[in-house]
């Protein structure tokens, strides 16, 4: 069976510690992605990433190394989300900024949803790295 994934990197002008807290704590979270966010950083920990009632999903920490690599596979989610993994993984390019590798495994299909995923995660990267480095809080009912 095939699965589908995305990739996305982009260098973000912080350090590798910033990034970290910025795409693990659930406090900082709700500040680029999220409109509701709870969790623990530490292996096997659940997160709940609550984007409206509609959209309440959680996904466990299966990836976790300080300032280094995030990763979240999801538990429960929609039909094509619920199979698949997200991951932040940081490298220092020099001393103040840090590359930013992002993906988004074993989506089932190459769909619309897929498709829409894909460039909703563009937007939300921009989203974090304008936080990161100018501390702009875009408030979650403009997001897009």
Same mark, same amino acid.
């Given at each position: 069976?095939?699965?589908?994934?995305?990739? @996305?990197? *982009?260098?973000?002008?912080?350090?590798?510690?910033?990034?970290?807290? !910025?795409?693990?704590? #659930?406090?900082? *979270?709700?500040? /680029? /992605?999220?409109? $509701?966010?709870?969790?623990? %950083?530490?292996?096997?920990?659940?997160?709940? +990433?609550?984007?409206?009632?509609? =959209?309440?999903? =959680?996904?466990?920490?299966?990836? =976790?190394? #300080?300032?280094? &690599? +995030?990763?979240?596979?999801?538990?429960? &989610?929609?039909?094509?989300?619920? #199979?698949?993994?997200?991951?932040?993984? *940081?490298?220092?390019?020099?001393?103040?900024?840090?590359?930013? @590798? +992002?993906? @988004?495994?074993? /989506?089932? &299909?190459?769909? $619309?949803?897929?498709?829409?995923?894909?460039?909703? /995660? $563009?937007?939300?990267? %921009? !989203?974090?790295?304008?936080?990161?480095?100018?501390?702009?809080?875009?408030? +979650?009912?403009? %997001?897009?």
């Amino acid at each position: 069976m095939n699965s589908y994934d995305i990739y @996305h990197d *982009l260098v973000i002008n912080a350090s590798d510690a910033q990034i970290f807290d !910025a795409v693990s704590k #659930p406090e900082e *979270l709700i500040n /680029w /992605w999220p409109l $509701a966010c709870s969790g623990e %950083r530490k292996m096997n920990a659940e997160y709940n +990433f609550n984007f409206t009632d509609k =959209y309440n999903w =959680y996904g466990k920490v299966v990836g =976790y190394e #300080p300032n280094k &690599a +995030f990763h979240i596979k999801m538990t429960k &989610a929609d039909e094509d989300w619920s #199979p698949t993994t997200f991951g932040f993984d *940081l490298e220092i390019t020099n001393k103040n900024k840090t590359q930013v @590798h +992002f993906w @988004h495994k074993n /989506w089932p &299909a190459c769909n $619309a949803h897929f498709k829409h995923s894909s460039f909703c /995660w $563009a937007i939300i990267l %921009r !989203a974090l790295k304008n936080y990161v480095e100018n501390g702009i809080v875009i408030p +979650f009912e403009e %997001r897009e």
